[in-house]
């Protein structure tokens, strides 16, 4: 496993301070009292985005020859996850800098990888395994040509989005 050197630029801190606000407003929404009381549905509902987005990516579909990747989902689905994982994030105080981990330079292991630590995560949760498992997470951009900046502009864009549903009682 290596490390890449270079820490994300991205603005960690404004990211999990705004999902804090989301994350109120979605638990008094739902008249829950704590984080603690839904952590490992959060965590079943990240396994299931980094499932979306490797449908979008497609490099698993060995068997099939047009394969059209859309890029603004494969984005979407990414912003999707980095939501559910900035929660753990948040909760466990697992830091506001993290550095891209590239497990393997093959897309495939790499997303097992995540699944892996994601697993382990909601068995376990502690800060190491959840920056461990951003840290693979932001690997996983890396390796998807997905800059900081995209990451940024795309979380805030369905941050709004799910702000808006919580208004309107989704």
Do not use: C
């Not at 820490?7 to 829950?32: C, F, H, P, R, S």
């Not at 912003?79 to 550095?99: P, Q, R």
């Not at 382990?120 to 502690?126: A, Y």
């Not at 390796?143 to 808006?164: A, H």
């Amino acid at each position: 496993m290596k490390n890449e050197k270079e820490l994300i630029k991205m603005n960690v801190k404004k990211l999990l301070t705004e999902q804090n606000k989301l994350d109120k407003m979605i638990l008094k929404n739902a008249g829950i009292a704590s984080f603690h009381d839904v952590r490992e549905k959060i965590g079943f509902a990240l396994l299931v985005e980094l499932g979306e987005l490797a449908n979008e990516v497609q490099t698993f579909k060995y068997w099939k020859k047009n394969q059209n990747i859309d890029r603004k989902k494969i984005l979407e689905e990414y912003s999707d996850g980095i939501h559910f994982l900035n929660t753990y994030v948040f909760n466990f105080e697992a830091g506001e800098e993290f550095n891209p981990i590239i497990f393997s330079k093959d897309i495939n292991k790499q997303f097992l990888e995540v699944y892996k630590n994601i697993l382990i995560m909601i068995e376990k949760p502690d800060k190491e395994i959840i920056k461990l498992t951003y840290e693979l997470y932001l690997g996983l951009a890396s390796l998807l040509g997905i800059s900081d900046r995209e990451i940024e502009t795309e979380y805030f864009k369905k941050n709004l989005v799910n702000q808006n549903r919580v208004k309107q009682n989704y």
